[in-house]
Structures are given as C-alpha cells and as structure tokens.
C-alpha cells in the first residue's frame, strides 16, 4: 500500500500540474487520488458528459477525439505525465471530446469538488494550471494562425566558443533556402553582428544577403525595453517575412532566449564529446524543460570535433549526430569561403537535419532480442519487418543496437541487446498513424511473446 502510494506521489511530481510542489503537499494531494486502469479501445470520457473529474496519465497512450456531425477527428494523442479534465472543471461545461485509450492505460483520478478545493489551498496548483491553460491557448492561436504550417525555425545552442554553430547555422539557411525555395533568414542572439565575420555591411543596415540566397539579420531593438519585449516583437515581424529561421543561441539562456525557444521547431545542441561537454548539456537539457514546447520541439545533441586534439575520441550513443574532425576544412569560418567544398560528412549532416526539421516528430519502437521474457532469440527478422513498416508509414526509418534492462514481474531484474526502430515524422503523420503503430507493437508483443513493450515517442517513453 504504501508502495502504491509513493508512486502514485512520484506521478504526481512528473505532471506540469503538481510539480512545483513539495513533498509535504503532494502527500496531502494524494489522498484526494483515486486509482483506475483501462484496457485498449477503452472510452475514459465521452465528450458531452459532465466534467466531473480530472485525469492524470501514468501510463500508457490516449487519443483525444472531437465529433462534428457525422465526422470525428483526433485532436491529440496524449501520454504519462499528460492530464485532461482541467478545462471543463474550471468552466463546469460538459466534455468537449472523447478520450479514447490506445493502450493499457493507468490514470489518477481527482474529482471536481477536490480539484477545485486543491486550488484554493495551494496557490502553486493554481499557478501551474494557469500556465497550462496558457500553453492550450497558444497551441490553439497558433492552429488558427496557421504558424505551424509554413513557419520552421531551427535552434542553434553550442556548449561552448569555437564549436562552429556560425558555420554551421550559414549550411544550414542555405541548405533550407534549395530545400524549400523560400524565404529564408539567420539570426545569431544575442550578439547579432557576430554572423558577419569578415564581411562588410553598411552601418544601420538591418539585413545583408548572403551568396547562397538567405539573409543575414541585423535588427536594432529598443534597448529601454524589457529582454523578453524585444524578443517577441522581433520574432514576430520575422515569422511575417520569413518561412524558414535559423537562430545561434548563445549564452545563458534568458527572457529573450525564452520567448525565441518558445517557437523552436528544432533544436541541435552542438557540443564536445567530452565528458565536460556532457555535463554541459546536461545542464542546458534542464534549462529547456519549461522553455520548450516537448512534443512540438525536436531536441537534438551534436557532438563536433573542430578541433585535431578531439579527433581520437569515439563516437558516443548518446549523441543524435556525429561529426567527425574535418582536417581538409580551415577552420570553422563564418561563412566559409566560395572556393572551399564543404566536406561530404557535414554535407550529409546539415541535409539530415534541415529534412528532419520538416519531420519534427519521432516514434521509437523498442525490439528485445529474448522472447518469453527471458530466453535468448535471435529478433533481427522482426526489426527488419519494423524497419519496413515505419519506412511505409513515416517515408524512412533508422536503427541502432543499445543495452537494455528491465523489470520482469516473474523473473526480477533482466538485461539484454534491445533494437530500437526510430522514424521521424510530421504531426500530420503522428496523428494518422499513430495507432496504427500502437497495434503493430501489440502483434509484435503477442509475437515475442513478452510481458510489455516499450515505444518512445517524442523521446518520452510509454510500455505497451
């Protein structure tokens, strides 16, 4: 009993909701909690009922449907550490749509006199949910707006100086000005006479032209203004005049930087492969959490040898993309000069990332190499199957091998070599198929003959 207690604490701490509370107040809170379980195809809630409860995901997927006339539309998927109910509660209003689960799902349940006296009583609550409600009302704006459907704009974060973002931020505008024949621009915040390096600009000029067909921006921001001021205007007369943006973040990550992270698409941290580059992004990955919009933004880690005393030190698992020490390239100029080739490993690497950030969405399907929990199997004929049916659904698909180590309810603790199928894909596409891929892994489960199956989506993981 108490076990159940503290995890049902520990979820409650892992929703945007109860997270700024302490331990003490998540105590109290949790008596007000109940328990439920739903199978898949499940209905939690039927939109029109009463609101009479708010539900926290612990674990496992729901589809958040709306019905018009005889049409119905899948809203969002939702997954552990999501919560629904919020609105209808504050508003007494019926539900405004259904919520389906894809999977074996567990949920908290907290009813509306509850909630409603949890509000009163902790100003933290009621602060949290304020701000939720505000990241509702903004994702609605922005679908009205149609933001989401031509603007992208790409982050830049290095770790440290000389980590060649200018570079790679100019590859990057020009690779997405032939990618998608538009209006393209490049930004370095907050220093943005930076990009220049040697090139020479009239003095009051807000913009220069680049060779490659983008332009470099010089915005001049009333200084009297607050960071964050600044920044939201200037975002957005930009996403007026540009589709496509790339921006080098540099520095601590301020107001200014908050409201830029805000309309991040994607994010590429450029960072050493070296065990003080790994704290390093450790410590801007915590940063993000707030700043971002996770299921809307796709964080990557670029490990970068610019320099010959890092070209020995092997590639780590835990970096997206890889860069190897380029020693036919001078030197990470800004921008590089005509008459340098840019060599084919950051060729590739800067088209991966300018074709991924149309796809900033990500599903992973976690393959063991045991069946009947423990016993050894040779699976490479269900990863190729897996490989196959992502490529169909999602365009492409890649793998990689990692060590993995789970719980068995029968047999403890048990390790073995997981395949992980990964395929990054449009929104679009992750509200079409996803329970398509949801029924797959339950065939796959039912095949291996496994307790539960792991899928990672938006690098946020749920077991099936």
């Known amino acids: 009993m108490e076990l159940r207690k503290n995890q049902h604490i520990d979820a409650l701490a892992a929703s945007p909701l109860f997270a700024d509370c302490s331990r003490e107040i998540l105590e109290k809170i949790v008596s007000r ?22 539900f926290l995901i612990t674990n496992g997927i729901v589809a958040v449907k709306q019905r018009h006339r005889n049409a119905e539309h899948v ?25 389906q689960a894809l999977s074996e799902v567990d949920v908290l349940v907290i009813q509306r006199e509850d909630f409603l006296e949890i509000l009163e009583t902790y100003s933290k609550v009621a602060i949290s949910l304020a701000k939720v409600l505000g990241t509702y009302l903004l994702k609605t704006n922005r ?148 700043k971002i919009r996770p299921e809307e933004t796709n964080v990557m880690l670029l490990h970068n040898r610019p320099h010959p005393s890092l070209a020995d030190i092997p590639e780590d698992d835990s970096a997206d993309l890889d860069l190897p020490y380029l020693p036919d390239f001078p030197s990470f100029q800004i921008p590089p000069p005509d008459l340098v080739e840019v060599p084919e ?49 999602f365009g492409g698909a890649t793998c990689k091998i990692v060590n993995g180590v789970w719980l068995s309810d029968r047999l403890g603790l048990v390790g073995e070599v997981v395949y992980v199928v990964y395929s990054y894909l449009t929104q679009s596409d992750m509200t079409r198929h996803l329970d398509e891929v949801v029924e797959y892994l339950k065939t796959l489960k039912r095949e291996l003959k496994q307790e539960a199956m792991a899928l990672e989506i938006n690098r946020k993981m749920t077991i099936i």
Request: charged share 25%; aromatic share 6%.
């Open 143 to 290: 679908r009205k707006s149609g933001e989401n459907a031509q603007s992208r704009v790409m982050l830049i974060i290095p770790t440290e100086k000389s980590m060649g973002a200018g570079t790679l931020g100019t590859l990057m505008a020009a690779e997405m000005v032939h990618f998608r024949q538009s209006p393209t621009a490049i930004l370095d915040y907050p220093d943005a006479h930076r990009i220049l390096g040697g090139f020479q600009v009239d003095l009051g000029k807000l913009s220069f032209r680049h060779p490659d067909g983008f332009d470099l921006l010089l915005p001049q921001m009333d200084r009297h203004l607050p960071s964050s001021t600044r920044t939201t205007i200037l975002m957005e007369q930009l996403l007026e005049t540009y589709d496509n943006l790339v921006v080098i973040l540099r520095g601590d990550l301020d107001e200014g930087a908050s409201t830029i992270l805000d309309h991040a698409d994607q994010i590429i941290i450029v960072a050493p492969p070296t065990e003080e580059g790994k704290k390093e992004v450790a410590h801007i990955r915590r940063k993000l959490k707030g």
């Open 345 to 393: 490993a950051l060729a590739q690497l800067v088209k991966t990332c300018v074709e991924r950030l149309e796809r900033n969405q990500s599903i992973g399907i976690f393959i063991p190499t045991t069946i009947d929990v423990n016993l050894s199997s040779d699976t490479s004929k269900q990863m190729d199957e897996a490989m196959a049916f992502m490529a169909e659904k």
């Open 33 to 54: 909690v109940k328990f439920r379980q739903y199978f898949p195809q499940d209905v939690i809630v039927w939109q029109g009922q009463p609101s009479t409860s708010l």
């Open 75 to 99: 809203l969002a998927y939702l997954m552990s550490g999501n919560s629904f109910g919020e609105v209808g509660i504050l508003e007494n209003q019926p539900r405004s749509a259904t919520v």
